[in-house]
């Protein structure tokens, strides 16, 4: 099973992700996850995206399909994956699109997490983010047990550089812009499934399983 994530920033993709790469056993693939495990690491593709990032901007396309190209062409996603994060582009979908193709495979499902920019920022700047294993919670709606600590490894609990309100804004003009008319590109390919953001998580789980089967 091959997924797309899409959503605003802050509307849960990684959230759900994370639930239905365990549940269907396949693999998380979050492009924001790897640019900030290669900051942490100060490589140099670290180094480049950041400085988009910091800004709210969307790294180019040409330093991220390679890396996503490549990553979907490993053995543990021969039974599919969950994208996070990518797509992010018309160009970057039709890139995706493309390497598929020449694999004879295809998407299955383009899951739209809808959330209104309104609830957005309040979101944001609730969220924690671990710096060993970039699990991540809310202040209120997905506490860790013990307050800044991560409840799966111990590690110290973070604000994103990038959760500040005003990057958030910057970050929610970039998604309508850019990301948004993904919906239609993926409406038209007959794949696309909205499912309500706003309500709670687990809730908002339900509906996704109740797209994908059990
Ligand atoms: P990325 O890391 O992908 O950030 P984003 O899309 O802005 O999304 P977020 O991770 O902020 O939000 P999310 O939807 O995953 O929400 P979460 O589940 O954490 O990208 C960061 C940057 O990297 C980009 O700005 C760009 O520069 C670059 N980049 C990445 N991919 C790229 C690409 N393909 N092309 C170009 N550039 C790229 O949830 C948010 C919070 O809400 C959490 O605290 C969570 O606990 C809470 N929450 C979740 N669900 C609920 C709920 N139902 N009710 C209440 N609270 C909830
Ligand atoms: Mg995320």
Redesign the pocket.
Known sequence: MKIIML?A????????AKKIAAKYEIPHI????I??ANIKNGTELGKK?KT??DQ????P?EL?VDLVVDRVNQDDCTKGYVL??????IP?AEALDKALESMDQKMDYAID?NVPDENIVN??S???ACVDCGA???IV??PTKEEGICDNCGGELILRD?DKPETVQK?LAVYHEQTQPLIDYYTEKGILKTVD?????ED?FKAITGILGE
């Open positions: 959503g920033p802050g509307a849960g993709k990684g959230t759900q979050s492009t924001g996850d640019f900030r995206a988009y990032m709210g901007l969307l790294v396309d991220v996070d994060g990518f797509p992010r582009t970057q997490i979101r944001m609730g969220r924690r991540t919670y809310h709606h997905a990038d970050r953001g706003t309500v709670d998580l908002v």
